[in-house]
T-cell receptor, first 116, second 113 residues
């Protein structure tokens, strides 16, 4: 099973460039999430999508936009990259629902992004 | 600030020993907790979860204990192996229907052969 797939795995950008990080899951999950992870820190939520057609801000949404393209795909866009956005970005999905309650989030292996 | 934190940022154990990783949470409304393992260069991997109506849950070589009175969570790994070396994160869901998680900063577990 592929689970959660993120592309690209690595990217280097110049300040001001734009970039879209792609994420797809094959587990038929309703909820999808984007996190960033900085050295020595836990994961911080950027945006999430509780269901197809909805998106909401997380803890650190500034400088990012998202699109829930369909149930499988959830993309993260940096419109004008800044050095402070250098980080490792993780996408996750969860099968949580009213009927099932909370379920674990399953993560991709990340995109390592450097902004020069 | 962080609503989920760890008492020990690093833990070093001998192969074969049992490991205990601790986590404190501050939100008494949290009703779901998860432990993740993250190896270098990889995404967090689900280990075990527990709901607030339980005090203990066991998996393969792992046990999670939840003490709601003092808002404390722990992960016990039995017979620790070199392959257990990783960063371990606890996370909580503070209720609501969006199934968001708040993560702690992590504990680095090193297993010495």
């Amino acid at each position: 099973n592929a689970g959660v797939t993120q592309t690209p795995k690595f990217q280097v950008l110049k300040t001001g460039q734009s970039m879209t990080l792609q994420c797809a899951q094959d587990m038929n999950h309703n909820s999808m999430y984007w996190y960033r992870q900085d050295p020595g820190m836990g994961l911080r939520l950027i945006y999430y999508s509780a269901s197809e057609g909805t998106t909401d801000k997380g803890e650190v949404p500034n400088g990012y936009n998202v699109s829930r393209l369909n149930k499988r795909e959830f993309s993260l866009r940096l419109e004008s990259a800044a050095p402070s956005q250098t980080s490792v970005y993780f996408c996750a999905s969860s099968g949580g629902s009213r009927g099932r309650g909370n379920q674990p989030q399953h993560f991709g292996d990340g995109t390592r992004l450097s902004i020069l | 600030g962080e609503s989920v934190g760890l008492h020990l940022p690093t833990l070093s154990v001998q192969e074969g020993d049992n490991s205990i990783i601790n986590c404190a949470y501050s939100n008494s409304a949290s009703d779901y907790f998860i432990w993740y393992k993250q190896e270098s260069g990889k995404g967090p991997q689900f280990i075990i979860d527990i709901r607030s109506n339980m005090d203990k849950r066991q998996g393969q070589r792992v046990t999670v204990l939840l003490n709601k009175t003092v808002k404390h969570l722990s992960l016990q790994i039995a017979a620790t192996q070199p392959g257990d070396s990783a960063v371990y994160f606890c996370a909580e869901n503070s209720g609501g229907s969006n199934y968001k998680l708040t993560f702690g900063k992590g504990t680095l577990l090193t297993v010495n052969p």
